[in-house]
């Protein structure tokens, strides 16, 4: 069914097909809005369309590799999961504390404006965010924050709308796959052990000033 199908493609959208499967098992997200920085402006991602408009074959050929292809239409995201969980990547503990504040960022922005409005936020408004829930009690380096940020860009969860990972004023769009990242629940569990190893910190201070 599936060789039928592809066979029926152009030799543009099989070189297309191809390309496309390999950005998506590459990055595992493929969010529709995107920031053209040729034009300054959020246009239609081409290739969301493209696999949108031929969904199925994409589902059958990744279902042969045991992934199976997700779509949330709300949020115009597309994801894969493997059956066997083979496609999971641990981040390091730096970067999961820059996804963290970054949900943070995303669901206090969305509380303020239209659903629909695109997440910006600046490196600056990150750090403080998580110095401000205790993530950091002083500012992480130039390497940590352009290592954490590059992290989450290579997987389509941010993109950076131009300048330097670390310069403070560097603008970063939030996209909506960082709600399938980090759901709800493990927030929830991020902000409990981000608010035990503070209790912990003020806990050996006390010690220290004691002894």
Same mark, same amino acid.
Not at 50 to 57: A, K, P, T, W, Y
Not at 94 to 123: A, C, P, Q
Not at 129 to 157: C, H, Q, R
């Given at each position: 069914?599936?060789? =039928? ?18 950005? /998506? ?30 969904? !199925?074959? @994409?589902?059958?050929? $990744? =279902? ?15 994801? /894969?999961? &493997? ?7 641990? $981040?390091?503990? &730096? ?10 960022? @995303? ?36 390497? !940590? /924050? ?5 992290? $989450? ?43 035990? $190893?503070? =209790? ?7 010690? !220290?000033? =004691?002894?």
């Amino acid at each position: 069914m599936f060789v =039928e199908k592809y066979n029926m493609l152009t030799d543009t959208e099989k070189e297309n097909f191809k390309r496309i499967l390999s950005i /998506i098992l590459s990055k595992t997200f493929l969010v529709n809005r995107m920031y053209d920085k040729n034009q300054g402006t959020f246009k239609s991602n081409r290739d969301y369309r493209f696999v949108d408009r031929n969904l !199925e074959l @994409f589902r059958e050929y $990744l =279902e042969i590799g045991g992934f199976c292809l997700m779509k949330d239409n709300h949020y115009e995201v597309l994801y /894969i999961e &493997n059956d066997f969980g083979y496609n999971k990547k641990k $981040l390091d503990k &730096n970067t999961t504390i820059f996804l963290y504040g970054l949900r943070l960022k @995303f669901d206090e922005v969305r509380e303020n404006i239209n659903l629909n409005t695109d997440i910006v936020v600046s490196v600056a408004d990150i750090i403080k965010t998580l110095m401000d829930v205790g993530a950091y009690s002083k500012k992480p380096s130039d390497v !940590e /924050i352009k290592s954490a940020l590059s992290n $989450l860009s290579s997987f389509n969860i941010i993109q950076k709308v131009d300048g330097a990972f670390e310069n403070p004023e560097t603008k970063i769009i939030v996209l909506p796959s960082i709600l399938f990242v980090i759901t709800n629940e493990k927030i929830a569990i991020l902000s409990q052990s981000i608010h035990r $190893l503070e =209790e912990e910190k003020e806990e050996k201070e006390e010690i !220290e000033v =004691e002894e």
